[in-house]
Nanobody, 128 residues
Framework: QVHVVESGGGLVQAGGSLRLSCAAS????????MGWFRQGPGETREFVAA????????WYANSVKGRFTISRDSAKNTVYLQMNSLKPEDTAVYYC?????????????????????WGQGTQVTVSS
């Protein structure tokens, strides 16, 4: 069993920054791909960013590209999402997830269904 716990959400003004953390614990979790998703009120869960541990490849949704950065500290089994230049439309519950699939190609897991383990979410609110 893998446990995923997010932290770092909060209230910030537009243009501000926040850093979310995601700690993963459990068997082999350090080798998993990790992703961030978000879900606003009345909306479906959408992909934000992901990183594959085997290739150190990262991928971003177009809406956050250039503003958000996903990074990984393998020693701490922690993934971060640095969010800069925040906008009111970034307001959502942010979820961290772990994908246990070992890929042998260039596939980047960007769909919620790709992920096996989810955190409880952390609220990010950006005021205008």
């Amino acid at each position: 069993q893998v446990h995923v716990v997010e932290s770092g959400g909060g209230l910030v003004q537009a243009g501000g920054s926040l850093r979310l953390s995601c700690a993963a614990s459990g068997r082999a979790s350090s080798s998993y791909s990790m992703g961030w998703f978000r879900q606003g009120p009345g909306e479906t869960r959408e992909f934000v960013a992901a990183t594959r541990s085997s290739t150190d490849t990262t991928w971003y949704a177009n809406s956050v590209k250039g503003r958000f950065t996903i990074s990984r500290d393998s020693a701490k089994n922690t993934v971060y999402l640095q969010m800069n230049s925040l906008k009111p439309e970034d307001t959502a519950v942010y979820y961290c997830a772990a994908d246990s699939t070992i890929y042998f190609n260039h596939y980047m897991p960007v769909a919620p269904g790709d992920y096996d383990y989810w955190g409880q979410g952390t609220q990010v609110t950006v005021s205008s």
